[in-house]
């Protein structure tokens, strides 16, 4: 039997973006969440990189989405959730998105809201790779 999923309005948006603040400022937790760079988006901040100059690049990226300034970008965050947005980085558009997913990260979580239920996934790409 098919599980019925949530609509928008069946679970806390503001609780949800106030989870996602937390993962995008504090990271993932070590067994349920994680962070995803695209394979573009890494050869991009590889080059001409050794690993202390890789290491700078990605604070930098990590600084840059802890910060993010969502009330520049409300077109882009509709329900409020603050799950995605777009931003400069050596010299290319890139953007992050989080999804939210069961705590098998299989299917869809029931309630993005409830910690215990959810898994977040951050994926940061080039904007263009969408």
């Not at 937790?29 to 990605?58: E, P, V, Y």
């Not at 999804?99 to 080039?126: F, G, Q, W």
Request: aromatic content about 12%.
């Amino acid at each position: 039997m098919d599980a019925i999923l949530p609509s928008l309005e069946d679970y806390d948006r503001k609780k949800c973006a106030e989870l996602n603040d937390k993962f995008r400022q504090e990271g993932p937790q070590l067994d349920k969440d994680a962070i995803i760079l695209t394979d573009a988006l890494r050869s991009h901040m590889t080059k001409n990189a050794n690993g202390f100059t890789f290491a700078r690049r990605c604070n930098e990226l990590n600084r840059l989405i802890a910060g993010y300034d969502f009330s520049i970008s409300w077109d882009n965050d509709p329900y409020g959730e603050r799950d995605i947005g777009f931003f400069d980085f050596m010299g290319e558009r890139v953007m992050f998105k989080i999804d939210y997913y069961d705590l098998d990260l299989k299917y869809r979580s029931e309630n993005p809201a409830d910690p215990d239920v959810t898994s977040r996934v951050m994926t940061i790409m080039l904007a263009n790779d969408q």
